[in-house]
């Protein structure tokens, strides 16, 4: 195992610039001396990929791409400025198969893009640093071992014997677009006088609220003292006169790391004052992760410092599918947006590839928890390759090496659909189990961070790996399989973590800007909208089944005769069947302990599985996110002839003292029932009120008995603070349906504010679905949201570029129940 140089003490010169880029056939030129002096090189930019650097040159494009692992791609770069003398060469990440030249010197045959290297060299000036990725689809096309199965997904088979990402092969899923290149940084170092090795830092929170923190490490080099300082607290290190220092910090009461669902995620910075010399080793927090199986050995449960959390959010894909970029300035407008809708965890799934340690320090400030899959998805992986597994060791080892302190780091997977495949293709247990799921994944993870949750597979449990009513499974039967609304109750979904696949619409800006062709009819829309490869059937076939289920219009007539009022349903359904969905997992009395939606983001602009667009834009899925996702919140369940059931839910650490009130309306406008009560909730709590507790009386708010004519078509829940008088949370059901609620309501808008600070003000004179706001510049901090009648809903507004703010913006204001528009 390499031992690799800690940062501290020592120089680090990242080697981005002067790189120069050159395609040739396959094995064309077997050393830089081969390299053509008239070769035809563009400008590259490391880390980078060569997709990345063919885009800026004008040399490809994203939206037609072309294979790019059937090429050899030379990186050459003079090092001009690096003075001669001991180094050290890091190489973050090479895609994949790459061979690394110094002075025309092999150094390194990396066939792994998962695993970094740290390799000595001695510079002489002005030396030539060459990296020379080789194709891969030549090896790809190689036959191997015979698989017990083949996933369909997935087009290239010989993947299961390469470790690098399967984004850019699985059609129908993502871009063929292959990550090939140096797509993590390249660096030199130069070691100070003092040299650390191999260090370890390990945080943890006890039972007892106490803060402890292990270091170990080697050292390289005279040193008198070291101590270890955090949260104010320091303690002297010890060595064994061998060089090698360890100890351990408590930190009594610390502070402790939070999700941001439940608290604040709170970080202490980490120093290691050498001889009296501070240096910098990171930040933490302090943080307990168990998993509560429940008392029959079915549930999972993720318990943070002793509380049990309703986990929800998405599943990252990529923050840019061509560059494939790992600094905080690309992964911020993301992960801003997540924490923004309340998520409170992403998965990273085994279909994609490893983020950089920029991504786990936003998820630690975010309080962001993080679902981290292993790199496996879907095949027979080898199970007695011992070079193979040797790679899963190193690749998993140093993931660990780069996560070490991140609190956000949750649980980790083995990966993805392994055992789920195996198990449709009617194969019995003993062959979907592999030694990289079930002996090395967990061995590693236990030697490295003991405090993380480790699951092998997803999903797992039950009779059938994906057996929703057991462990961890991916609930798709609200969705793909187009199962009604309630089936989220039937399943009895313990934690999904993976769910509501659909292909969601964008705001018609980014269509206008990106897509501007006819929705549904055109190939190249059709190219956008994901499948599944070889099933009949595709995403948006999901979207409209479910669009004739909750408003009764047949999609094939709205998209020929009206494909405007088409596209706003369809930008509606999926908002409206998340929001169900969701109330029905977060109820009281639900068995379900979280869910997260396939995906976070799209990879190309148009209706993908993304709740954010390609273009870092909320698609109106993502506000009704944010409303599911409240952490205090109301929520109305049918009960059939039960009646209509109320939920208040309170996930903070603090007692709520809350105003809630019900009305039914008739007409959307007119109650015909109310009732209010005060509802004092304490911290991590939940009550259920039955509405005919509120009303006094029994009124018939779900429309179960049916005496007579239904007497109302909406009843509205809202949840406000008895100390601010602000409202908290809405809900509405609609005993008859959607579209029996759709009334020509009059709104009244009006722009506020100024100085880059505007709203807008809107009343209605009776309920309005599905209320929209479109602003030049700006995004609607709330939007595609109902508007009850009487009540003043002000919605700020977020300008959405730079530079704006001084000048008023232009409103349009629409609502799908009506087919008239508004302006303010």
Known sequence: MQRRLAGIGAEEVLLTEGWNLVLTAPGAWETPADVSIGAAFIPAMVPGTVAGALEK?????????????????????????????????????????????????????????????????????????????????????????????????????????????????????????????PWRPVSLLRPGVVVIRDLKLQPDLTEAGEGVLHASFDVEGTTGSILLRCAGVEQSLVHDGSGHWAGTLRIPNVQPWWPNSHGSPVLHDIALVIDGVAHDAGRTGFRRITIDRGADGRDFGLVVNGERIFCRGAVWAA??????????????????????????????????????????????????????????????????????????????????????????????????????????????ERFWLNPVTEQILPGVALRERPDLAYVANSPIGGPMPFSPSHGVTHYYGVGAYMRPLDDARRADVRFAAESLAFAHVPCQSTLSAHLAVPAVHSPLWKSRVPRDRGASWDFEDVRDHYLRELYGFEPDRLRREDPEFYLDLSRAVTGEVLEATYGEWRRSGSGCNGALVWTLQDLMPGPGWGVIDSTALPKPVWYAMRRAFRAVQVLLTDEGTNGLSVHVINETGLPLALDLEVSALRDGRQVV????????????????????????????????????????????????????????????????????????????????????????????????????????????????????????????????????????????????????????
Not at 71 to 82: G, K, P, T
Not at 323 to 352: F, H, S
Request: proline share 6%; aromatic share 10%.
């Open 673 to 824: 029932v109310s009732g209010r009560r005060e509802v004092a909730l304490a911290a991590r709590a939940n009550a259920e009120i039955a509405c005919t507790d509120l009303f006094g009386a029994f009124f018939d708010t779900t429309y179960a008995f049916r005496f007579g004519p239904p007497s109302h078509d909406v009843t509205v829940a809202r949840l406000r603070s008895l100390v601010s008088g602000d409202l908290v949370a809405e809900a509405f059901h609609f005993p008859l349906g959607r579209a029996r609620a759709f009334h020509d309501a009059e709104i009244v808008a009006s722009l506020g504010g100024g100085e880059g600070q505007w709203f807008v003000d809107l009343q209605s004179d009776r309920l309005a679905q599905s209320v929209h706001i479109d602003a030049d510049g700006y995004r609607a901090e709330d939007d595609w949201f109902h508007l009850a009648p009487g009540v003043l809903r002000r919605v700020k507004l977020i300008p959405t570029g730079e530079g704006q703010g001084e000048v008023p913006p232009r409103l349009e204001i629409g609502t799908v129940s009506s087919r008239r528009g508004f302006s303010a």
């Open 319 to 428: 923050a840019d599918i061509v560059r494939m970029p790992g600094d905080r300035q690309v992964y911020e407008p993301w992960l801003q947006l997540v924490a923004e809708a309340g998520m409170n965890m992403v998965r990273i799934g085994g279909t994609m590839a490893y983020e950089t340690p920029e991504f786990f320090r936003l998820c630690d400030e975010l309080g962001i928890l993080v679902w981290q899959d292993f790199m496996f998805a879907n095949f027979d992986y080898p199970k007695a390759d011992k070079a193979f597994h040797a790679h899963v060791e190193r690749e998993a080892t140093q993931f660990f090496d780069a996560t070490r302190l991140s609190p956000s780091l949750a649980i980790l997977c083995g990966g993805s659909e392994m055992y789920q495949q195996a198990a449709m293709m009617g194969l019995p």
């Open 57 to 181: 040159a004008g040399l490809f494009d994203r939206e037609r791409p072309r294979p790019l692992d059937n090429q050899d791609a030379w990186y050459l770069c003079r090092l001009v400025d690096a003075a001669p003398g001991d180094a050290v060469l890091r190489l973050g990440g090479l895609a994949t198969l790459c061979d690394v030249f110094l002075n025309g010197v092999k150094l390194l045959s990396s066939d792994s893009m998962f695993e970094s290297h740290d390799l000595p060299v001695t510079l002489v000036g002005g030396d030539e640093l060459a990296l020379c990725f080789r194709a891969l689809a030549p090896l790809l096309s190689e036959p191997g071992p015979r698989a017990r199965w083949r996933p369909q997904m997935i087009a290239q088979q010989g993947l299961r014997m390469v470790r690098t990402t399967l984004l850019g092969y699985m059609p129908g899923w993502c871009p063929e677009i292959h990550c090939v290149g």
